[in-house]
T-cell receptor, first 113, second 113 residues
Framework: GDSVTQMEGPVTLSEEAFLTINCTYT??????LFWYVQYPGEGLQLLLK?????DKGSNKGFEATYRKETTSFHLEKGSVQVSDSAVYFC????????????FGTGTKLQVIP | SAVISQKPSRDICQRGTSLTIQCQVD?????MFWYRQQPGQSLTLIAT?????????ESGFVIDKFPISRPNLTFSTLTVSNMSPEDSSIYLC??????????FGPGTRLTVT
């Protein structure tokens, strides 16, 4: 079945540091890939997505590129802020049938001033 | 994007009782999803609810434990029946829009004592 593996957290970075959160996936077919973010005390929000190979999703300075050859969708940001502290979930949606979303385990990011 | 509300936002319940969680969406949607997020873990899909038909449950979840209603295109309920401490989780509903993006409600934080 489908699965998503993302790097263990927590990740602690200083403000303005470069961020990478690794995510790899296993799926049949050609899934859509997503990053969701959960800020403290809030619900899950879609951060960015990519629907086909080599697509780059971007939002709020975050980027991720759909790499079919390595089955990866790593999240990056050039300069993190304290306000980026949250839990980040990598996810995929199999494009066959209804859009069931499979989530990774989440990576907690803490940015310190 | 869809705006989703859930009631209650949190509850503390006694073992053996049942709780019904409501999910309201501000627009008509075909499919609604119910997820569980256990403490420190990722999201797990419980079931998919289409209006006018029986909900489809994922492996490990059964209708007797998690009955779902979907009376119209903007509303659904999930009941957690005969609760035990292992049911302590955040329960989230989500909907999918025409761009195949899922939007999540704020969640219901359930504690079973």
């Amino acid at each position: 079945g489908d699965s998503v593996t993302q790097m263990e957290g927590p990740v602690t970075l200083s403000e303005e540091a470069f961020l990478t959160i690794n995510c790899t996936y296993t799926a049949t077919g050609y899934p859509s890939l997503f990053w969701y973010v959960q800020y403290p005390g809030e619900g899950l929000q879609l951060l960015l997505k990519a629907t086909k190979a080599d697509d780059k999703g971007s939002n709020k300075g975050f980027e991720a590129t759909y790499r079919k050859e390595t089955t990866s969708f790593h999240l990056e940001k050039g300069s993190v802020q304290v306000s980026d502290s949250a839990v980040y979930f990598c996810a995929l949606s199999d494009q066959g049938g209804y859009q069931k979303v499979t989530f990774g385990t989440g990576t907690k990011l803490q940015v310190i001033p | 994007s869809a705006v989703i509300s859930q009631k209650p936002s949190r509850d503390i319940c006694q073992r053996g009782t049942s709780l019904t969680i409501q999910c309201q969406v501000d627009s008509q949607v075909t499919m609604m999803f119910w997820y569980r997020q256990q403490p420190g873990q990722s999201l797990t899909l419980i079931a998919t609810a289409n209006q006018g038909s029986e909900a489809t449950y994922e492996s490990g979840f059964v209708i007797d434990k998690f009955p779902i209603s979907r009376p119209n295109l903007t509303f659904s309920t999930l009941t957690v029946s005969n609760m035990s401490p292992e049911d302590s989780s955040i329960y989230l509903c989500s909907v999918e829009d025409s761009r195949d993006e899922q939007y999540f409600g704020p969640g219901t934080r359930l504690t079973v004592t």
